[in-house]
């Protein structure tokens, strides 16, 4: 069954639209305060798309979801008494345990590699603020951390450029469905586990 190739065309008709980096630019500011899906998702298809632009579309990731993430900052500063109930209660408590961790023990590094690593990036914002660690550091991690992360993504999807789009083409719906079973055989074997 095609349900991906469709899916795939879509996105890589919304990669072309004239208005995308504007999208990508919000998705990535959004994402690193309280949205839940990374702008990678946006990114690596507007760079598969267009691999002139995609430094372009990786800069402006970057800096949106660092300006997205002082915003997380300053949520943890200001507000985290009125959001904590709500981070309590979801299934980003346990993240932020662990930011508060890694914040007591590495600090600026504990940001670097939130922003370059798939961890919930705004998990450690919001900690960040809430710990009180010093603006500048934070967001001179977070450029580095993120700026390291989008560039690499932009960077593959434009080493590949139109020859890895027909590719990905050619084979989305068998990738798409070994996602999908991978993802089931490992909610399978976590809670086989517990």
């Known amino acids: 069954m095609k349900i991906f190739s469709p899916l ?15 999208y990508l630019g919000g998705l ?3 994402e690193s305060s309280f949205f839940p899906i990374p ?5 690596a298809p507007m760079s598969l798309a267009r691999p002139s632009h995609a430094w372009w579309f990786a800069l402006i990731t ?3 979801s660092v300006a997205g993430g002082v915003l ?7 507000a985290f008494d009125l959001i904590e109930p709500s981070l309590r209660a979801s ?3 346990e993240g932020y345990l662990l930011a508060q961790a890694w914040f007591d023990r590495w600090g600026f590094w504990a940001i670097f ?18 710990a009180s660690m010093a603006l500048l ?11 390291a992360r989008f560039f690499l993504v932009a960077g593959l999807m434009a080493l590949g450029g139109a020859r890895m789009e027909a590719v990905l083409h050619r084979y989305i719906d068998r990738l798409g469905w070994a996602t999908v079973g991978a993802l089931v055989l490992a909610v399978v074997a976590i809670n086989g586990f517990d």
Not at 137 to 147: C, D, E, I, N, Y
């Open 91 to 93: 299934h980003y408590w």
């Open 113 to 130: 590699v939130a922003g370059f690593s798939p961890i919930p990036y705004k998990v450690f914002t919001i900690a960040a603020g809430a």
């Open 72 to 78: 997380g900052y300053l949520i943890g500063v200001f």
């Open 39 to 43: 702008p990678d998702v946006m990114l």
């Open 62 to 64: 970057t800096l949106a």
């Open 28 to 30: 990535s500011f959004a």
């Open 8 to 22: 795939y065309e879509r996105a890589m008709g919304w990669a072309r639209h004239r208005h995308a980096p504007w």
């Open 137 to 147: 550091p934070f967001m001179l991690a977070s450029l580095v951390g993120r700026g």
